[in-house]
């Protein structure tokens, strides 16, 4: 085990622009010739560079994760689950550093990121009990004295692949159950937030993670993710990212016979009904529409609200997403954050401009704030019809879509009619109502009069185009084994 970690390492956006963050290889930060630039969302300058990993360090980081498997698929489960709570620990006494760099890298408002480094320990120790409830079962024999049962085994060494909206939770919620499994990992973050994911593996190797058992590589993704997907050492690919992105990485996993986990993209309808508190429930989705600036998954985008209330919950959501402070996400004051990168703020341009020539109205924002920095004003658009790119488009940030409906017959057909089904939502008093929605939206997951549906002892995954598989809760864990059957006759 090696720890030979640099004294910033919690924060290593402290130091000037001229810091490098290295790839983690068998258990060393590893430098090599070629970097990239990392930039600050809310001011665009350069806060450090990245090593772009070579063929050599690919070979490398499978090589050394086929070498510790061998050994830490034999280590006992109760020594894996305390190296992982370790590291929860190690986690939480850096919370306010890593929370910064987080900020520094990703754009969200400070307070989130302390939540997300928080969720990330709590990940870590979660597994590290859920470790301890790996268990086979028997079965009763068909013949006298024979016996038949089921002896869990890892399934081999796991690419993860994270992108940079949660850098560290996301990256948590693919680490922690593959090492309580007994897999050995190879992590490849975003390259635009890697401190957050290097972060992680430090952790873990203060915590006393053998050597090899998980890298952090970085670079040029397409590469990146080629050579390990089509490695003989890959046994398993963990994919959180775009539909289209995630449609290509299991084509090209399917060719090599991997099973992948897939959590892919999303565009959550809300259904407001005429029983639910307009004000209350205004009040709740502008906090939710505005979390990470949007950059959700599971965020809600396209609401639709039964007549009555229409006009009330529109003119109090609109006050509330005016009302939302937005600015650099160091800043105290600060509801919201930046956008992580220049490609989401003319995305949403993009978008709005279209929405707008179809018929939309803005009735707040739409367009971006200040000529520094990836922030965009919190945006509700009113009768946007079907044929607008973003009724279709997941806009992945601050732009909330308010459409009426009569029945729910009809706020089921428009809910239903895209072939992406992450989450959903509903206001209502109305328990009969709540069940036939959550019966009735074809999603993976669904929040009545909440958005929260990511708790780390629930599975987590979509339907549809949102891709297929589990993370978190036991399902999560289960992603990572194989059920060896053994027969004695």
């Known amino acids: 085990m090696t720890t030979n970690l640099p004294d910033n390492w919690a924060d290593p956006y402290s130091c000037d622009h001229s810091t490098t963050l290295a790839l983690r290889i068998n258990g060393s930060q590893v430098f090599g010739p070629k970097t990239y630039e990392i930039a600050n969302p809310a001011t665009e300058k350069t806060i450090a560079t990245g090593t772009i990993a070579s063929e050599a360090n690919l070979q490398s980081a499978l090589q050394s994760s086929a070498t510790a498997y061998a050994t830490w698929r034999q280590t006992p489960v109760q020594k894996r689950a305390a190296i992982l709570a370790r590291a929860a620990a190690v986690i939480r006494e850096y919370a306010d550093a890593l929370a910064l760099t987080m900020t520094l890298e990703q754009g969200k408002p400070i307070a989130q990121s302390k939540i997300e480094i928080m969720a990330s320990a709590e990940t870590f120790d979660w597994y590290a009990a859920e470790a301890l409830r790996i268990n086979g079962r028997a079965m009763p024999s068909r013949t ?24 560290a939770l996301l990256a948590a919620r693919k680490i922690a159950p593959a090492l309580a499994a007994g897999c050995t990992c190879i992590l490849k973050p975003s390259e635009e937030t890697p401190a957050s994911a290097i972060a992680l593996a430090d952790a873990l190797a203060i915590a006393g993670l053998p050597d090899g058992v998980l890298n952090v590589v970085f670079g040029i993704p397409a590469q990146i993710s080629e050579t390990l997907i089509a490695s003989p050492v890959i046994r398993k690919v963990s994919f959180t990212g775009s539909i289209p992105v995630g449609r290509h990485l299991a084509e090209f996993a399917g060719r090599h016979l991997k099973p992948c986990t897939l959590e892919l993209g999303g565009h959550a309808p809300v259904l407001v009904m005429d029983d639910a508190d307009p004000v209350k429930a205004a009040a709740i989705s502008a906090i939710g529409k505005t979390r990470n600036s949007g950059q959700v998954c599971t965020s809600p985008t ?8 229409h006009d009330a919950f529109l003119s109090n959501f609109t006050r509330a997403m005016a009302a939302i402070a937005v600015g650099d996400g160091t800043a ?24 707008v020539s179809k018929g939309a109205k803005i009735e707040t924002g739409g367009k971006r704030v200040g000529n520094i920095g990836y922030f965009f004003a919190p945006t509700v658009l009113s009768n946007v019809p079907d044929d607008a790119r973003i009724m279709n488009e997941e806009p992945f940030g601050p732009i909330a879509i308010v459409n009426r409906f009569s029945k729910l017959d009809e706020a089921f057909a428009r809910a239903n009619r895209v072939e992406i089904g992450l989450a959903g939502y509903a206001f209502t008093d109305n328990h009969p109502r709540a069940v036939e929605i959550s019966e009735g939206l074809e999603v993976g997951m669904v929040g009545i009069n909440s958005f929260t549906v990511s708790q780390i002892e629930a599975p987590f995954g979509g339907v549809k185009d949102s891709g297929f598989g589990y993370e978190g809760g036991a399902e999560g864990l289960d992603g990572y084994l194989h059920q060896k059957y053994v027969h004695h006759a």
């Not at 089921?150 to 850098?167: D, K, Q």
């Not at 396209?302 to 209330?309: A, G, L």
């Open 302 to 309: 396209r609401f639709f609200v039964q007549d009555r209330v």
């Open 144 to 167: 006298a004295g024979g016996r038949q049962s089921t002896h869990p085994e890892p399934i081999g060494p796991v690419a993860a692949l994270t992108p940079w909206n949660f850098p």
């Open 332 to 355: 105290a004051d600060a509801d919201m954050g930046p956008l992580a990168n220049a490609r989401r703020t003319e995305a949403l341009e993009a978008l709005v401009t279209d929405a």
